[in-house]
Structures are given as structure tokens and as C-alpha cells.
């Protein structure tokens, strides 16, 4: 198993429908095409406040390209960003990285 690591820095004021937008379609859509939810957050304390940070993750890498390939040609994607974006970008800057768990990792 491996986890990706991303953090997604909203546009000023975009947040909460950054937040909107996962809340009620991404993560099914993610689901659908193999992306595993493992959690999403946002910091209290010792982060920028317009952050939402999450892992998602995969069997393996294959698998991994595989599942986000047809997840960004999925139409229903697509048509919830066109949505979500109608006034402008959610997002300034995507951070990402694979995560391997050490071999006394309780989360394998």
C-alpha cells in the first residue's frame, strides 16, 4: 500500500468551496476510481489557514496512475469543476507526496 500526501492551497476566500466541492463530489468520484479516502484536514494551529490537506491511497504505483488517469477524464469531474469554478480558481498551488509506511507502521 502506498499513500499520497497532498495539500491544496485555496485561492483567497475559496475554502470553504474548495471544502464544498470535495465534501460532495470528490471523494465519491475518488472512490469510483480506486483513489481509497483515508482522511482530510485543515490546521488549527502551526499551518497556513487556507490549506486542505488530506491522504488518499493505492494498492500500488500501477495502480495509482491507473486510478488517477481515469479520474481525470471522468465527465462527471469535469463538469463539477466547470461548476465549482464558475466564479473563479479553487485552487493556487497543489503539493504532493507518496508515502511508503515503515515496517513497524501500524497504518500499512
Keep these: 500500500m502506498i499513500y499520497e500526501y497532498r495539500v ?3 485561492m483567497p476566500g475559496k475554502l470553504p468551496d474548495l471544502q464544498a466541492r470535495f465534501r460532495d463530489h470528490t471523494l465519491k468520484i475518488f472512490e469510483r476510481h480506486g483513489i481509497k479516502n483515508v482522511g482530510y484536514w485543515t490546521a488549527s494551529v502551526g499551518d497556513y489557514s487556507n490549506r486542505l490537506i488530506y491522504i488518499v ?4 504505483a500501477a495502480q495509482r496512475e491507473r486510478a488517477w488517469a481515469t479520474f481525470r477524464d471522468d465527465p462527471e469531474w469535469h463538469k463539477v469543476v466547470a461548476e465549482s469554478e464558475a466564479n473563479g480558481a479553487l485552487v493556487a498551488r497543489v503539493f504532493n507526496t507518496l508515502l511508503s509506511p515503515t515496517d513497524y507502521s501500524p497504518l500499512q
Excluded at 57 to 60: G, I, M, R, T, Y
Design 8 to 10: 491544496y492551497e485555496a
Design 57 to 60: 491511497a493505492f494498492e500500488d
